[in-house]
T-cell receptor, first 112, second 114 residues
Framework: QKEVEQDPGPLSVPEGAIVSLNCTYS??????FMWYRQYSRKGPELLMY????GNKEDGRFTAQVDKSSKYISLFIRDSQPSDSATYLC????????????FGAGTTVTVRA | GAVVSQHPSRVICKSGTSVKIECRSL??????MFWYRQFPKQSLMLMAT?????????EQGVEKDKFLINHASLTLSTLTVTSAHPEDSSFYIC??????????FGPGTRLTVL
């Protein structure tokens, strides 16, 4: 079993829809949770970063963490064609242990 | 956010030659940097941890003599792919921690070995 599980998709939605992305993890030591967006042939771009359980909102993006269930989510509201990319969840133990464990990435296409 | 750059963005080389890829943290210092490899439609695979002033730490299965890492300063790490072969063709990405617990990634280097 992988440490971090993420449905690779692909996921195709119409413009304006809500995109819901999820990851589950098995290592209860993970304390820091990140979502990265990666466009084709580019490096990952940090979208959201959370530490505690609960919701964190930034514009059209909401990151949700449920440590008791070992489950994290990213929601994209009012999706745009420019949101078409691969979304990677990542997590770390923290406390100066910077190694990230990644999900497989979910490829999202937003249709105009 | 913090900026990490990589150079070159693309490189094509002949089999048997060596290729050096640079990773720079542009507006912050990084005593640690990470090197990843990514195959098409796959997630990032950690190759090694680059440590300023000391030897790199390699992940299991990664050949130290094949992938030489040098972290010469607090803002620069280099990855040299020695005696490159077609199977080394891949997308190489570096990252640097910023703050306590998050990382910023470079734009990646696409290596093609003919």
């Amino acid at each position: 079993q992988k440490e971090v599980e993420q449905d690779p998709g692909p996921l195709s939605v119409p413009e304006g829809a809500i995109v819901s992305l999820n990851c589950t993890y098995s290592n209860s030591a993970f304390q820091y949770f990140m979502w990265y967006r990666q466009y084709s042939r580019k490096g990952p771009e940090l979208l959201m970063y959370t530490y505690s359980s609960g919701n964190k909102e930034d514009g059209r993006f909401t990151a949700q963490v449920d440590k008791s269930s070992k489950y994290i989510s990213l929601f994209i509201r009012d999706s745009q064609p420019s949101d078409s990319a691969t979304y990677l969840c990542a997590m770390s133990v923290g406390s100066n242990d910077y190694k990230l464990s990644f999900g497989a990435g979910t490829t999202v296409t937003v249709r105009a | 956010g913090a900026v990490v750059s990589q150079h070159p963005s693309r490189v094509i080389c002949k089999s048997g030659t060596s290729v050096k890829i640079e990773c720079r943290s542009l507006d912050f210092q990084a005593t640690t940097m990470f090197w990843y490899r990514q195959f098409p439609k796959q997630s990032l695979m950690l190759m090694a941890t680059s440590n300023e002033g000391s030897k790199a730490t390699y992940e299991q299965g990664v050949e130290k003599d094949k992938f030489l890492i040098n972290h010469a300063s607090l803002t620069l790490s280099t990855l040299t792919v020695t005696s490159a072969h077609p199977e080394d063709s891949s997308f190489y990405i570096c990252s640097a921690p910023f703050g306590s617990d998050t990382q910023y990634f470079g734009p990646g280097t696409r290596l093609t070995v003919l």
